[in-house]
């Protein structure tokens, strides 16, 4: 099948996070493609992945990366796909680094970024099953089965004692 989703990352070392978009991405049936890709170690890997993207099929592009997180936004700058950036939380400065490097784009090349480490990771695969909801009834309806049975566990579960 297809991959809609393309998930990058700057090392092996941010898989940790990036495993719960593709965990999420899988739990809502969304065909994707994972891979390390770094502006910064593999340059040229990363223009080709991103001027290739869109011609293979991929719709949404999201991008880990942590400290000097330049990938989401030389990514995002050499495609016109959406990129969603997760600032992976890293451990001299706790992700404040990724964040900052992540979100502070110059007007005309966007990045959606997400939050530091898990929430952003997971909040990335559910913010593409809503870009390709739009165009996917299947994804749409995914979506809306997570967010129904969230809210459900929230509401049957009102004690914050019980375990
Ligand atoms: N921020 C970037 C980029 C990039 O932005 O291109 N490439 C690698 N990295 C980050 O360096 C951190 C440490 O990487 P290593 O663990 O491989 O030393 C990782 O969080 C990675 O995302």
């Known amino acids: 099948m297809t991959a809609r989703v393309g998930v990058i990352m700057g090392s ?16 809502l049936g969304i065909p994707n493609e994972v891979q390390v890709v770094s502006a910064h170690r ?29 990938l989401p936004g030389m990514c995002a700058a050499k495609t016109h ?14 992700g404040v680094d990724s964040l900052l490097s992540i979100v502070q784009m110059p007007a005309g090349v966007p990045v959606a970024t997400l939050a530091i480490g ?9 913010l593409a099953a809503s870009i390709l909801g739009n165009k996917y009834p299947e994804y749409h ?15 049957d579960n009102p004690d914050p004692r019980d375990a």
């Open 118 to 126: 898990k929430a952003g990771a997971i909040n990335a695969a559910l």
């Open 141 to 155: 309806a995914a979506l809306k089965d997570f967010r129904d049975n969230q809210t459900q566990t929230v509401l």
């Open 81 to 94: 796909l959406p990129v969603l950036g997760v600032p992976v939380q890293s451990s001299i400065l706790s």
């Open 12 to 27: 092996k070392s941010d898989w940790s996070t990036l495993s719960h978009t593709v965990e999420m991405l899988d739990k």
């Open 42 to 70: 593999t340059p040229d890997l990363l223009f080709q992945y991103a001027e290739q993207a869109e011609g293979r099929g991929i719709e949404v592009i999201i991008a880990g990366a942590g400290g000097a997180a330049h």
